[in-house]
């Protein structure tokens, strides 16, 4: 029984140390960045309860960082094309439509397309849940 609460301890200690990791790279380079390290801080936090001092002010962050993607007109629809362009690359590296490509075929193409559907994804929750904030900043100013 102990050795399986160690292994549950090192799969969540190995779980949310990666999220947080790819987080952080994910910081300086296009994606998800602040959310991934969030759900790495939570991961850990379930484990680690002296880690959750960390995780309201990441979540804090990251909630002004949906606000500021979905704030304008432009900021959505520069995000609807960077999705739609993961997709299209995607679709071109998995075709190997151009061979001298790094990496070409499905691998490489299905983790751009996932990219994609991740994007769309975390931006209709961003939309979703700054609507819901704003309409129940009015219904308490009404």
């Known amino acids: 029984m102990a050795a399986s609460k160690q ?17 952080v790279v994910l910081l300086v380079l296009p994606g998800p960045g ?14 680690f309860p002296s880690l959750e001092k960390y995780v309201d002010p990441v979540r804090d962050r990251a909630m002004k960082g949906m606000e500021a993607a ?23 590296w998995g075709l190997r439509l151009f061979p001298w490509l790094p990496l070409p075929g499905w691998a490489t193409g299905s983790s751009l397309i996932i990219s994609g559907a991740i994007l769309f994804g975390l931006l209709g929750y961003s939309y979703h849940r700054v609507s819901q904030r704003r309409r129940s ?6």
């Open 34 to 47: 602040l959310l991934l390290v969030l759900a790495g801080l939570v991961t850990l936090a379930a484990e």
């Open 7 to 23: 292994l549950k301890r090192v799969l969540i200690m190995l779980l949310g140390g990666a999220l947080v990791l790819v987080g």
């Open 137 to 142: 900043a009015a219904a308490q100013e009404s």
């Open 70 to 92: 979905v704030s304008s007109p432009l900021n959505v629809a520069g995000s609807v094309l960077a999705g739609l362009g993961l997709i299209g690359l995607g679709v071109v």
